[in-house]
């Protein structure tokens, strides 16, 4: 969403007492990765005592940006990755 609501509803959260939220990312075909790094950190930085976690479904975000987010944003503490259903399981 846009990042006004998502700031807004992190705060709503954190007035809830969650202990964290998890970040979907933006959308949209000219997003860069800096850009993607700024919606986070932005987001992280309206609810500095909640953990976040992005939820990373774009292969163009590397390692090198998540970096750069917990650079910036020092309550990011994780990030979830989409799995596809081919993807390989340990499960018997």
Do not use: K, Q
């Given at each position: 969403?846009?990042?006004?609501t998502?700031?807004?509803?992190a705060?709503t959260?954190a007035?809830?007492a969650?202990?964290g939220?998890?970040?979907?990312?933006?959308?949209?075909?000219?997003?860069?990765?800096?850009?993607?790094?700024r919606?986070?950190?932005?987001?992280?930085?309206a609810?500095?005592g909640?953990?976040?976690?992005?939820?990373?479904?774009?292969?163009?975000?590397?390692?090198?940006?998540?970096a750069?987010l917990?650079?910036?944003a020092?309550?990011?503490?994780?990030?979830?990755v989409?799995?596809?259903?081919?993807?390989?399981t340990?499960?018997?």
């Amino acid at each position: 969403g846009d990042l006004p609501t998502a700031r807004r509803i992190a705060s709503t959260a954190a007035r809830a007492a969650a202990f964290g939220v998890m970040v979907h990312e933006p959308t949209g075909p000219f997003r860069s990765a800096a850009g993607w790094v700024r919606y986070h950190a932005e987001i992280a930085s309206a609810v500095p005592g909640l953990a976040v976690v992005p939820y990373v479904r774009d292969p163009g975000i590397r390692d090198a940006d998540l970096a750069a987010l917990v650079a910036a944003a020092p309550n990011v503490v994780a990030r979830t990755v989409e799995c596809s259903p081919s993807a390989p399981t340990t499960r018997s």
